[in-house]
Each structure stands twice: as C-alpha cells, then as structure tokens.
C-alpha cells in the first residue's frame, strides 16, 4: 500500500465532488512528470491526501487503476494550458473532514518528507509549484491524522459511497454531452458515434466486414461478440476514429472485458500478450489459462496505429 | 426460416421508424394470445410484412430474438389498455415499399392463407381484429412480393442500417428519459437507480454484499466482476427492484453476458442451465463446456422471486 499526496490547486472542488483525480500525461513542454507518471502507479487501496490552500482537506482511497481520459469538461476554463488527454484515477474520499495545516507542524514534518518529488517545500511549508500526485511515508500520513487524533486505522473502511466502477462510464457521459453542441456533428453521425460507445450501429457493422471473428476464443456467432475499440472511444478525437472499423475488433465478451480494461492486448502479429496483473488463477477461472489465439494474423496495416494505441495507452503490463 | 405478417394497427408508424415490433404479453383479460407468443417463436432471419390500413407496407427481416420491454413510451396514448408490460422484437426493415393491398388479390390469396390464426379474413379480405404477429406460409409471401414483380430472393440480404444490437439500449435510454419527469424520484435515487443500469454504485455495493464471488467461475477479484440483475433493470416496476441487492448476482464477464441474455440461468439450488440455443462448441469456446458451478448453495428466499422472473421471462431454454 501506498501513500500519496496531491495538491490539486484550481481543481480541488470537482475532484472531491466527483471522486476522482485528473491530470495530463506530460507537461505542457511535452516532458514527463514524475507527479503525472504516478497517476499510473496509484493502485487500488492506496491512501490520498487532498491538499489546497495551504491544507489537507480530506483522505481517500483509490478504488482502481488510473484510465486514460480527456480532460473533464466539468474543468472548464481552469488548466487551458495542459494537454486535453491525460489520467483519470478513480478516489473515493471519506466524509470526515481533516482540515490540517502542515505548515503548522513544519518543525516535525520537515525531516519526514520526501527528498526529492515532495508535494511540500520542506523550507517554507508551501505548496511544491510543480507537485501534483506525490508519495509520501506512511509516517507523514499518521504524522497529520495525529493532529486530530486520528489514525491511519480509523481508515480502513472502504467509504461507503464507493464510485468508481462508474468512472469511464462518468467521462463517456460527459463526452457524449459535448456532442449536443458539436457544430460539426449533424444527427446522423452524431447518433453513430452514440451508438459506437456501446460497440453498436455503423460501427459494428464495419468491424464485423473487417475482423469477424473472435480471435481469441474463435466465436464467429454474432450473438456472442462484442464490437470493442482499440483505441478507446473516449480518447478518439474525431467521430471518424470513433466509426471505424479497423480501430475495431469483435471479441468474446470476456476477452472484450479483459481488452477494454487493459488486461489483453495483441502485439502486430496476433499473438496474445496478458497483464501481469491477471494472475494465473483468475486466467483459468476465466477458461484463459495457456490460451493460444484461435486466429492468429498479422493486424491490417490500417489496425496497427489504433494497435499500438492499445498497447501503450490501455494495456496495464 | 418463417415468415410473419404483423397487423400493427396504430402503432406502425413508431415499429417502422424504431426498428421492432412491441406487442403485450398477454390479452387485457389476462388470456394467452397466439398472436402474442408468436413474438417469441420469431427468430434472427425469419421476414416479416408490416400490414396496416388494408396494405402490406414493408418487408423487414427479424434481426434478434424477442427481449422483454416495457410498452415504448412513444406509444403514448395508444393502447392504454395493453398490459405495461410485454415483447419486444427487433426488426430491420427494407427501404423498398411494397404497398400491396392483399384484399385485391383476395381470390388466389384466401386458399393459402392459414386456416387458424390468419392475419386476414379469408371471406372478408379485411385484417383480423385479433391478430399481431401472425405466421404465414412462403408461398403468401411469393404471391404478395409477385405483384411488384419482387421476389423473397430480391431480400436476402440484410437490410444495410441494420439496428438491433442496440435495441436493450433503446428501450432503456427511454426509460432513463422518463425519469426525469419522475416526481416520486429524488435527485440521489435517480442516479443510483442510472448508475444501477450499467450493474453500478450502490446495486453493485449491495450484490456484493449478498454474492460476492461469481458463483459458476469462483472468480472473487472485483475487477473482473460484473454485478448483474435477475429481473432485468428495464422490467422492474420501481427504484427498490432496481438496487435491490437480492436481485443481483456478481458474475465474471461472459457469465454475466448470457446471463443477461437468457442463454444461462439457475435453479434455485444454485445449479445451472443453458439455453439449447447455446451450442456445445461455443460453450467450449467460451471455456463453460460441462461447466459445474463453482459454488453450489441454494439463492436466498429474498432472491427467488427475482430468479424465477429470470427464468421465466429471460431465460431462452
């Protein structure tokens, strides 16, 4: 289990009010940030600090992997300076109130704060201008709960009001509205791509001309495949991405869950690749175990860029 | 493959421009209707004639079998006398018109025509009040589609803007949209009651209270868990049916698919059962073939009643 601190600035209201952490994958230069690159190493069960203002204001638990999404509109006019693509991790916080000041107990927390990629400048007690998700100790975290007698323990429910499994749900939602106002979009197309969030209509139509069966498991019955995108409908950023066929694959519904989730992935030439994540248990539980494609072909050279895609983006190695 | 004549009397506009066919399942007097069971004896491929106002309209082509739905809300005002509940059947029609009057050619027609359950009076020449979804023979289809100089061949192929897949979606889209005109929902159980829809928020924090591990996989790893209702989320009559715990089961991804397909089911010992529609080699693709429940204990009384709807109105035996 991890500990991690973020310091949310201008965001701080929509990420507690929606349960969630958002932030771009790199800076606006295009280098990597070690606070944005831990988005992705926040892992279920993880504990957050949510700090602004020269505060922690609450704790919460991650309650799964972080996913790739747009920046949410909900942001509006706030960071119009970061990339439109980045992280979302999914945080359930509890509803006690924390309400400390480190900066108050710098004397103590100073010499327990990370020293390098710390959230806090350990000299002033002010926010790190570049911090955004930064680890801390298990110390720091029972360091502060300790100022209003509290304990890491106190904790150890999962909050009650526990979101998250609804999370890309929550950011398709938000896409699907942007549409309504899409000048660019007229009701036809506009109803396609609906209905391509949900792997149906045109889209599924030209997936099945391009890759009718599943290549995992064989199935070729329509009525037991699901039309999965590569690169995800919500990281497509045209309704052209999202209604083609060759970023489409029909897949089992397990495989389909597995792929959406990142837990399966294909290299060029079809074979199979799983998650580390995916123990071997759970593969045979899933009828996986040892699993050879059924088909196996190189991808069509139209496939490979929404592929490869996949494999960076989706794919949780 | 069948052939099918619907008299949709005034609801033809909404069966052609949705895509389906809605019909109650029972009379208003609670009796069977042949023309009502009929609904679920249709099957992907079988054609069907759109009759109404003495003419045969279309021909369309069944694309899935009948699900349960609740009567479409752009019905309005018409047949407020049918049950609110009933079969929906998904329908591609053709572009091309037929515009047949079969009364016309009432002479060669009326010996072909069934001699029990027929769409038309074969004296007569006009519809039959009782009818809905009734079976013809192919030689009724030959000599009607023979007077526009068509053919059955003329349609072999599947009509091009094939819906169908989406069709749950869109009756459930409908009922989400009437919720929100719902004075008897607060804005906090209408969205749990939506996020219930997707298996999500506190549907799924109940199921997993009450069935935490998929009881035909043994899967227990909430990532790969899907929380799946036995009544279905579009034929519960109220919010405490939607997130009723005991009307879930938590289910590994290809369970949970036919399950909600009615391709799998239960008895009430917790054993299994699947639809003869299912074929051995795709059970064994789907890793279930001669599958034993990896837990085995009888449902609890508060769930039976949610799972002999399932297999009664879902299940496909």
């Known amino acids: 289990m991890k500990f991690w601190w973020v310091n949310h600035k201008q965001t701080q209201r929509q990420e507690l009010a929606g349960g969630y952490l958002w932030s771009p994958k790199v800076e606006k230069n295009g280098s990597r940030s070690k606070f944005y690159d831990n988005m992705r190493v926040a892992a279920p069960g993880d504990f957050v600090f949510s700090y602004a203002s020269t505060k922690i204001a609450r704790i919460g638990v991650v309650t799964d992997f972080a996913v790739i999404a747009p920046k ?8 119009t300076n970061w990339g439109a693509e980045g992280w979302i991790l999914p945080v359930s916080w509890f509803d006690r109130a924390i309400g400390v000041k480190p900066k108050a107990i710098l004397s103590s927390l ?20 570049k911090a955004y998700l930064a680890e801390v100790s298990r110390e720091v975290f029972a360091m502060i709960l300790g100022e209003i007698n509290a304990t890491i323990g106190d904790f150890d429910q999962r ?73 995800p409908w919500r990281m497509c950023t045209s309704a052209h991405e999202r209604l083609a066929g060759r970023n489409g694959l029909m897949l089992a519904p397990h495989v389909d869950f597995l792929f959406d989730d990142g837990l399966l992935t294909f290299d060029e030439t079809g074979e199979l690749r799983f998650s580390s994540r995916l123990s071997q248990e759970n593969l045979a539980r899933l009828g996986l175990k040892g699993v050879q494609p059924a088909i196996l072909q190189p991808f069509h050279r139209d496939s490979v860029v929404y592929l490869r895609y996949h494999q960076i983006n989706v794919f949780k190695s």
Chains 1, 2 share one sequence.
């Open 72 to 79: 949410p509109t909900e942001f509006r006019n706030v960071g």
């Open 110 to 129: 100073a010499s327990i704060l990370p020293k390098s990629h710390s959230p806090l400048q350990s000299a002033t007690g002010k926010g790190n201008q």
């Open 159 to 231: 909050p009650t009001d526990g979101p998250s499994q609804n999370f890309v749900d929550k950011v398709e939602d938000l896409i699907e509205q942007s549409f309504a106002s899409d000048p660019n979009l007229n009701d036809t197309v506009r109803s396609q791509v609906i209905q391509a969030r949900r792997g149906q209509g045109i889209f599924r139509s030209r997936v099945l001309e391009c890759e009718p069966i599943c290549r995992v498991t064989g199935i070729s019955d329509l009525g037991l495949l699901v039309a999965s995108h590569m690169k």
